[in-house]
């Protein structure tokens, strides 16, 4: 037992007051309430009698309760006040409050019933909030008392974030855009956006973050997309626009640290367009192009560098494939961590012969090769691309690298349409080998080749399959490996087993490191079970190294997984042993 009714365990342990003291304290409390109302003291009857009377204590009984609640929580103040947390600096103090807001801000409760919870702590507390505008800067539609945070804020700076479906929010960016000189970050996501767009006129010189997502729901905008006119934003340095159109002409956002763009087609921009806003943003750190359409310039932008020393995270999506060749080609970013390139020919994974010019994507790769722990490569064929991704994905489908997270990026991500999943492969691999994909370190390779036709079907005469098992010999730290068509199986197992001789003139088997062979897929009975056994017994054997031609060879690890399809599987007992298994044991 901690509590007695109201009463703290140590405060019951006090003597408390005598009795005629009690009784004494009582009746004067009941006699200054009977003088103060005297008809409370007459009656007509006896009953009515004793019911003044009950009314009469009742009476002082809560002026002792309102009394004693009253100086309690006074004295409870006080204490609080004497508290550590007050001997902290008050700018400190503040950060500790805004971190319990942020925390426990969650529905249905409000910023303003938080606050007022943590105003009732202390005197100081209450103080604090009060005339702290920091904690009335952060305005959301639906959360705030959008009139009462504009009026305490005073002059500070403001944070606003409006999700809206069907429009809802005119009312509440009407209000907000009264003080849009204050606005320091917008947060927008709304369904027609034609609205809120409306609001975004008026001059926003203090803005440093926007963001604004239009969702278009069944049918397109009558009117096309909301026009945003960007002028006048010095300070801005974070932008992100979804299906939402701006004026190209005369922007001068040279203070960007991040730009994404995303399903701009209605006020697609030329490729002198976008160049123009790069070339006038030379500290960018993070820029990701989805989905836009790039119209064509009257006279093609002649091939110059962009020069981007501080950018990090580069991602470039769904854009023509001239606007993607010039891009990838003039951007210089020496500190480049991360890039996501979708649509990327298998051309640009071949240097140019006649001329010796550098593939396009090895100013890239070898940077961000080095810092990656593990990359996968896929042959999708549904999709008719192969994918190159690092572990665990980055920037898959409409992921975008956030300016709001703090910790860094690493990533690659290319996709390469491909008509031929062999040709292309026989490009890509030897590339990636050469950016460091084949050193002994990290990082690990996963490898999934699948099926060009159905390995049901009778296979075309003088088919070869969609991967050349020779390029194993390219990805020594491969650890998965999965196939389904059954020309590359019995190939990659092939290959797999026999003992080749390296460049360097010794002797040792392709993908040392492999782990996991899963050709579980295939539904094929033209990989048979000789297949699987001889490859076990050349590959790994009784375990033991062995001599050729003077060297000793040492076998590769035992995998830790083998997925065979079903047709592989053990045969089944006989009926003998059927009955002489221990089924307790199962």
């Known amino acids: 037992m901690t509590q007695i009714g109201f009463v703290s365990e140590e405060a019951a342990r006090l003597k408390p007051p005598s009795e005629d003291i009690v009784n004494s304290a009582v009746s004067a409390l009941v006699n200054d309430v009977r003088s103060k109302n005297p008809i409370a003291s007459s009656s007509s009857n006896q009953r009515e009698g004793i019911q003044n009377e009950m009314n009469v204590f009742d009476a002082a009984l809560l002026a002792i309760g309102n009394s004693i609640l009253t100086q309690s929580a006074a004295l409870k103040k006080r204490f609080n006040e004497t508290l550590p947390v007050y001997r902290l600096p008050p700018e400190l103090f503040t950060s500790i409050l805004l971190m319990d807001l942020r925390e426990h801000l969650i529905q249905p409760y409000s910023r303003r019933h938080r606050l007022w919870q943590l105003a009732l702590v202390s005197s100081k507390w209450w103080k604090t909030i009060s005339l702290g505008t920091i904690f009335w800067t952060n305005i959301a539609f639906k959360r705030d008392d959008v009139n009462l945070c504009l009026r305490k804020s005073r002059n500070a700076l403001l944070d606003i974030m409006c999700v809206s479906f069907h429009g809802e929010a005119s009312w509440f960016m009407e209000i907000v855009a009264t003080a849009a000189n204050r606005w320091r970050s917008i947060a927008l996501s709304c369904g027609t956006g034609r609205d809120l767009v409306h609001q975004l006129r008026n001059p926003m010189p203090e803005l440093t973050d926007m963001q604004v997502d239009v969702r278009i729901r069944n049918e397109p905008l009558p009117e096309g997309q909301p026009i945003l006119q960007l002028q006048g934003l010095s300070k801005l340095r974070h932008l992100c626009l979804v299906n939402v159109g701006f004026q190209w002409e005369n922007l001068k956002l040279e203070n960007l640290v991040s ?46 560098t962009i020069h981007l020393s501080r950018l990090q995270s580069l991602q470039l999506a769904s854009i023509p494939q001239e606007a993607l060749r010039h891009l990838i080609s003039a951007i210089e970013s020496p500190q480049l961590t991360a890039i996501k390139v979708v649509g990327c020919p298998d051309s640009y994974f071949v240097g140019n012969t006649h001329n010796l010019t550098e593939v396009p994507l090895m100013k890239y790769l070898p940077s961000i090769m080095g810092k990656l722990g593990e990359i996968q490569i896929v042959n999708d064929v549904g999709r008719r691309q192969i994918e190159i991704t690092s572990v665990p994905i980055f920037g898959r489908d409409s992921e975008w690298v956030s300016w709001a997270t703090s910790a860094h990026t690493d990533g690659l991500h290319v996709t390469v349409p491909t008509e031929n999943a062999r040709q292309s492969l026989d490009r890509i691999i030897p590339l990636l080998s050469d950016a460091g994909l084949g050193r002994t370190m990290p990082p690990r390779v996963r490898l999934s080749v699948q099926a060009l036709v159905s390995p ?18 390219r990805l020594p730290t491969l650890t998965h490996l999965s196939a389904v068509d059954p020309t590359d199986i019995r190939g990659i197992l092939r290959h797999l087993g026999q003992c080749r001789q390296g460049s360097d003139g010794t002797w040792g088997y392709s993908c040392p490191r492999l782990e996991v062979l899963d050709i579980e897929a295939t539904s094929s009975e033209a990989v048979e079970r000789n297949d ?32 065979l399809p079903w047709h592989l599987e053990e045969e089944p007992a006989t009926e003998e042993e059927y009955e002489d298994m221990d089924w307790g044991m199962m």
């Open 456 to 473: 049901t079907y009778d296979l075309p005469e003088g088919y070869e399959g969609c991967f050349n098992a020779e390029l194993l010999t």
């Open 532 to 563: 699987i056994e001889v490859f076990i017994a050349e590959r790994y054997g009784d375990g033991a190294p062995f001599w050729k031609e003077s060297q000793l060879v040492k076998r590769p690890p035992d995998l830790v997984e083998f997925a």
């Open 259 to 304: 730009l994404q763009l995303a399903d701009i087609a209605a006020t697609a921009p030329t490729l002198s367009s976008i160049i123009a806003v790069l070339r006038a943003s030379p500290d960018l750190e993070q820029l990701a192009l989805r989905n836009i359409g790039v119209t064509g310039d009257r006279t093609p932008p002649a091939q110059t």
